[in-house]
């Protein structure tokens, strides 16, 4: 319809290098069906329907997906790379993984590994609001790593919760967070748990000089994060940890806008290997605005490679326009022994996180936490 | 801390078949190494801790994880069956999504296939508002499956979209559905597709006596949902489609408990590997509470095998408590000429969804769809 189409601000002010973005997926096919897989994954992606359907020009040339270019990986492996309308995405968070994902995530041999994303895009979503630098500013900390270590295991008492959080902050311990599995159980139900543990910490910073940030896990609809931040606001939280592929990105991205505290994301139900880590843990949770990613480092108790966790470092820092850089947080499996080679490979603009492994010392706890905190800020040869 | 589990409603009232409940994983393991395995996942989705980690008995007994049986299925694949503590589960459906999948999915050999809920969870989430009765009250078809049609392509003017669903209503097709591409593009705004798509459906409803059903897309964040739910409601809608793993597991079920709409769900975003089919679109979008649940049917664009397609509707009609059971939607590629197969196969309590098939009948539209309608109203031998 040309009325609306000429009245319709995404095609007539957006930059015409605004109006795609290019999402790359990895397909497993013979080649002789290559070039048709690819155009089916365009109009998958796009207008989900065959293109002899389309009666509309303007639909024809803007909204349906094209093929890019297909390039050869491997014996029947294929890079694709679609340029898909960036109208499609409509400024929501769950809409643009939609866009990216959405109904190819149903065909088991396409995975997505690669986005590049218009400016106008990025600076909608606009990304971390508080990043590195934010962070720092919160703990106090420069010139290294970020210490980190997880309230758990869930089944504990609101008081055993709040005399581990006391511990680890007399230690030393830069940011505590919530066990990713602590939510809202009879045990330690959130209202009861997050203020004691905030106390605890903020006791405890009183005591020592020390900036200690608690960060309680939100988790739910949108209107149930709100309602756990704003209690959390009003005790003094800073930080708060939430799993985007648990409440869903549009919550990650709403949280971020709103802007009131930093936000860790957790990787829960983010999956392994239908969507490139690097892509989703970086590029995508720093883009709706998380401030640091968790992930699960190489030689823990997952399966990311080397590649994929230093590919999500990357994502996390590297230039990208005006967004601020995202803290990398490698854990999943780490121990006081492996500090000073992660120091080595993330660099100081990391946080280094110990969960499980600390508990273990159990009556040696406190003396554990502070090797963890020497170990980290011991001078060492920074990239 | 004995006070707080004494005074533990989770622990002191809830029934011992109801304290825990049991999740499958498929695990690609060598044989010697699957008691391990089998532990670690234990302890991955409940405590997240070495056991050693653990000084609280109750934690010990009644929160940690405990693996069932292990079950060889081939040669280096195993069923893992894993009893984790209900009281994790916290009442919300992202959480449930959390306990059961959440650190596991980074694990790329582990899928998530199967999961016993205790009665007490079931009857928690509540399962379909509507179900199947509520329907087929709503759209006044006995006797015969429901007919769907979906507007699309993106892109496509609110007018346009309109004129789509007035052809539709017309000839003769139960729910319209919107794209699930659809959501707060400039092209069709939802303030704006949403008023001018019910008033068109409304309209030839009231002109031939119809009961055509419009099914708009919610996406967002749940306080976003829940205003397009609102202006939907305001104009006399009755249904929409909302995919819960863009959306969250928590936004679905808080819309199901809301009661005011019936709920389509969509598969956007839900893989097709690493949570069985049946559990994801049929079990656990049922228990959230879908009253009906796309999936891509055998035999069409997606690679879902047949009996995945039948499990998703034996997961979605099967007796479950007092549960109302879910309308299964087969879908993705499918046209006018698999009808009667589709009937043949899921039966009288089923929806069939037809695309872009229809659409790629241009001009002749109109007859496509009623063909589609006679299709499914011709008797034949239901099961």
């Known amino acids: ?77 294929f890079d694709v790379s679609i340029d898909l309308a960036t109208e499609t995405v409509a400024d929501d968070a769950s809409q643009l993984m939609n866009v990216l994902f959405g109904n190819a995530s149903l065909l088991d041999d396409v995975a997505l590994v690669g986005v590049d994303l218009p400016s106008g895009i990025a600076r909608t979503f606009g990304g971390p609001r508080f990043g590195i630098d934010g962070l720092r500013d919160l703990t106090g900390v420069r010139g290294r790593p970020l210490t980190c270590a997880a309230l758990k295991p869930q089944g504990s008492t609101t008081e ?67 309602r756990q931040v704003d209690l959390a606001r009003s005790l003094g ?17 709403a949280l971020a806008r709103n802007g009131e505290v930093a936000i860790v994301a957790h990787p829960a139900l983010a999956g392994a290997t239908r969507i490139a880590p690097p892509l989703l843990l970086g590029t995508l949770f720093r883009l ?50 492996r500090v000073p080679e992660m120091r080595e490979r993330f660099g100081i603009d990391a946080m280094m996180l110990i969960g499980g492994s600390l508990l273990r010392a159990r009556e040696r706890l406190d003396e554990r936490c502070r090797a963890f905190v020497a170990a980290v800020q011991s001078a060492g040869d920074f990239r």
């Open 160 to 226: 055993a919760l709040a005399s581990l959080a006391r511990t680890f902050a007399r230690a030393g311990i830069d940011v505590i967070k919530d066990d990713h599995a602590l939510a809202h159980q009879a045990a330690a139900p959130f209202d009861e748990r997050v203020p004691a543990v905030q106390r605890a910490v903020q006791a405890t910073n009183a005591e020592f000089g020390t900036r200690c940030l608690y960060a309680p896990n939100v988790i739910g609809t949108y209107d149930a994060v709100r």
């Open 288 to 337: 709706f605005g998380a401030d640091a990613s968790i992930f699960p480092n190489a030689g823990g108790r997952f399966t990311f490679t080397q590649d994929a966790c230093m590919g999500i470092a990357d994502a996390a820092r590297r230039p990208w326009l005006d967004l601020a850089p995202m803290l990398p947080v490698p854990a999943g499996g780490m121990s006081v022994e």
């Open 1 to 77: 319809m040309p009325t609306m189409a000429s009245s319709d601000t995404t095609s007539s002010t957006v930059a015409a290098a605004d109006r795609r973005l290019r999402a790359t997926y990895r397909v497993r096919s013979a080649a002789r069906d290559i070039e048709a897989r690819a155009q089916a994954i365009a109009l998958e992606q796009s207008i989900e329907a065959p293109l002899e359907a389309v009666m509309d020009r303007r639909i024809l040339d803007e909204v349906v997906g094209r093929v890019h270019a297909i390039t050869p990986i491997d014996d029947g492996v």
């Open 237 to 253: 939280v800073r930080i708060v940890l939430h799993a985007p592929m648990l409440n869903g990105a549009s919550s990650l991205s």
